[in-house]
């Protein structure tokens, strides 16, 4: 249930901090996201996202 309420919170065009950088949500998936900036795109799959630190900046 932690993981549904979770990636709720990242919506396609959110703006995020993972991992020390900065990306834009640019897809989402049943297993994945994927997220993007000017450097590159990954992949993170959705269990990734529910146990790290993530902070929403826009």
């Given at each position: 249930m932690k993981t549904f309420?979770?990636?709720k919170i990242f919506?396609?065009?959110k703006k995020i901090e993972f991992a020390g950088k900065a990306y834009e949500?640019?897809?989402?998936?049943?297993i994945s996201k994927v997220l993007k900036?000017?450097?590159?795109?990954?992949i993170i799959p959705i269990?990734?996202?529910?146990?790290?630190?993530?902070?929403?900046?826009?």
């Amino acid at each position: 249930m932690k993981t549904f309420y979770k990636i709720k919170i990242f919506e396609v065009g959110k703006k995020i901090e993972f991992a020390g950088k900065a990306y834009e949500v640019e897809a989402i998936n049943n297993i994945s996201k994927v997220l993007k900036n000017t450097e590159a795109k990954l992949i993170i799959p959705i269990k990734d996202i529910v146990e790290s630190h993530i902070k929403v900046v826009a």
